[in-house]
């Protein structure tokens, strides 16, 4: 069966702007959380998306946002980019508490 | 809260020596544990987890890790490394935020990079 999709794999923004990330979870898996990497932070929780509904929230600004449709897919959304956003962002698709299947991730650089 | 603690930040080792990578977690409610990898610019790949039952878990490219409820640690090792098992490891929890048990969150350690040396 398909993996988790993350699109695009790379993505070059300068100061100020927006952005917007994608996310295809595994058929049938209705939960999508969201991670953002950074060397000095590590993985950091983003939030989560049940059935189009955001059930979890990490400790971040409101410029971070996110939203999942009928079909499962997310997206996540970063205004007024800051060079500090420069990370990779993962997504995790899953049943439930018991597995976690993620994406190849979203490699953002802030300019 | 859930924490995970990674003792190790760096692990160099020779080939074919063996390997342990450290994991202490904290919980005040029964958690799910998992072991993935990092290759450079890649996500995370499932090395093996623990949910119930034996202890001992198998995993992937000859990787086993143990479940020790007492310490709350979650060791992961493997006997003989090879040059391509050099890459970032990651532990992580998942822990139950509803009595239904249906909600989730995963936390993760800061990682240990394993490298490999000839």
Not at chain 1, 1 to 6: C, D, E, I
Not at chain 2, 94 to 103: K, M, T
């Amino acid at each position: 069966k398909a993996g988790v999709t993350q699109t695009p794999r790379y993505l070059i923004k300068t100061r100020g702007q927006q952005v917007t990330l994608s996310c295809s979870p595994i058929s049938g898996h209705r939960s999508v959380s969201w991670y953002q990497q950074t060397p000095g932070q590590g993985l950091q929780f983003l939030f989560e998306y049940f059935s189009e509904t955001q059930r979890n929230k990490g400790n971040f600004p409101g410029r971070f946002s996110g939203r999942q449709f009928s079909n499962s897919r997310s997206e996540m959304n970063v205004s007024t980019l800051e060079l500090g956003d420069s990370a990779l962002y993962l997504c995790a698709s899953s049943l439930g508490g018991n597995g976690y299947t993620f994406g190849s991730g979203t490699r953002l650089t802030v300019v | 809260a859930q924490s995970v603690t990674q003792l190790d930040s760096q692990v160099p080792v020779f080939e074919e020596a063996p390997v342990e990578l450290r994991c202490n977690y904290s919980s005040s409610v029964s958690v799910y544990l998992f072991w993935y990898v990092q290759y450079p610019n890649q996500g995370l790949q499932l090395l093996l987890k623990y949910l119930s039952g034996s202890t001992l878990v198998k995993g992937i490219n000859g990787f086993e890790a143990e479940f020790n409820k007492s310490q709350t640690s979650f060791h992961l090792r493997k006997p003989s490394v090879h040059i391509s098992d050099t890459a970032e490891y990651f532990c992580a929890v998942s822990v139950s935020l509803s009595a239904g048990g249906s909600n989730y969150k995963l936390t993760f350690g800061k990682g240990t990079l394993l490298t490999v040396n000839p």
